[in-house]
């Protein structure tokens, strides 16, 4: 049974491009969540996505994020118009309801030059 | 709100003895905690979790955990450490409070294993 699958693994854009982060989830699991750790930082969540919705985006900003997980296809998180500041580890993880533990993927290091 | 707080940045043991990672937490209602790992460039690796019942909790890879309703606190444990613990180790709550059941983080603590 395969783990949560992120990629790409590193990711190198430069400022004003943008970013497309992708993650599957375990099998049967149907719940994936977004967290971005900074460098010498714990992670912190981003979005809380179950097939085709989006239930909680709290902890994305508001402008230039944006998420989906669509019935078919992995995961996508968005970055566009990429600054310095967007540079970080983002990880998701998936779950088969939201009352299960979490499992999560090795993780997209994107870096804006 | 509901939060974490891990108050050692970094957290020296000499292989073999025994060792401790702290984590004190904040929550309303009942805490579900879970303690994880990160090696380098790494994803996260779930090592146990507390949800209800017996305060001793096992894990992976020889880890438990002690949750202290009193003390508010959840701390990792081994009996006797090895080199290979060496790793950022994470302790999260389950914000069961907003509904959508997400992890909440703390800011994690680097434990070194000295040979």
């Known amino acids: 049974n395969a783990g949560v699958m992120q990629n790409p693994r590193h990711l190198v854009r430069r400022r004003g491009q943008e970013a497309r982060l992708r993650c599957s989830p375990m099998k049967g699991h149907s719940h994936v969540y977004w967290y971005r750790q900074l460098p010498e930082e714990g992670l912190k969540f981003m979005v809380y996505l179950q097939k085709e919705n989006i239930i909680d985006e709290s902890g994305m900003p508001k402008e230039r994020f944006s998420a989906e997980f669509p019935k078919e296809g992995p995961s996508i998180l968005r970055i566009q118009q990429v600054v310095r500041g967007d540079s970080a580890a983002y990880f998701c993880?998936?779950?088969?309801?939201?009352?299960?533990?979490?499992?999560f993927g090795p993780g997209t290091r994107l870096t804006v030059l | 709100a509901q939060s974490v707080a891990q108050p050692e940045d970094q957290v020296n043991v000499a292989e073999g003895n025994p060792l401790t990672v702290k984590c004190t937490y904040s929550v309303s209602g009942n805490p579900y905690l879970f303690w994880y790992v990160q090696y380098p460039n790494r994803g996260l690796q779930f090592l146990l979790k507390y949800i209800t019942g017996d305060n001793l909790v096992k894990g992976s890879y020889g880890f438990e955990a002690e949750f202290n309703k009193s003390q508010t606190s959840f701390h990792l444990k081994k009996p006797s450490a090895l080199v290979s613990d060496s790793a950022l180790y994470f302790c999260a709550v389950r914000d069961i409070v907003s509904g959508t059941y997400k992890y909440i983080f703390g800011t994690g603590t680097r434990l070194k294993v000295l040979a």
């Open positions: 993880a998936s779950s088969q309801g939201r009352d299960n533990e979490q499992f």
